[in-house]
Nanobody, 121 residues
Framework: QVQLVESGGGLVQAGDSLRLSCAAS????????MGWFRQAPGKEREFVAA????????YIADSVKGRFTISRDNAKNTVYLQMNSLKPEDTALYYC??????????????WGQGTQVTVSS
């Protein structure tokens, strides 16, 4: 029904910025909230940010608040995660997901394949 593809990850140094993109295809007219999650090796999948279907509501995890922002452009069927002042602890596989406006993975129905972000010290 909905396919999500993340892009924009890479290897950067601490303090650098990256913008991740999540392109949606399929039934993109559906009013899905979107979220970003990340997962580091050996750790649980962690909530990062969420945005309502119309972009009017956002929620940012405390761990990245002040550094990361989430936005969406429904005309382009794309959701973004702007990551500034990156730290080594931000290193993870980043996933975008569509579903409810929430902070739990179980509240999301559609998932991308992930894009790797690696931050060196």
């Amino acid at each position: 029904q909905v396919q999500l593809v993340e892009s924009g990850g890479g290897l950067v140094q601490a303090g650098d910025s990256l913008r991740l993109s999540c392109a949606a295809s399929g039934r993109t007219s559906s009013r899905y909230a979107m979220g970003w999650f990340r997962q580091a090796p050996g750790k649980e999948r962690e909530f990062v940010a969420a945005i309502s279907w119309n972009g009017r509501l956002t929620y940012i995890a405390d761990s990245v608040k002040g550094r990361f922002t989430i936005s969406r452009d429904n005309a382009k069927n794309t959701v973004y995660l702007q990551m500034n002042s990156l730290k080594p602890e931000d290193t993870a596989l980043y996933y975008c997901a569509g579903g409810q406006y929430g902070t739990r993975p179980t509240e999301y129905y559609y998932w991308g394949q992930g894009t790797q972000v690696t931050v060196s010290s």
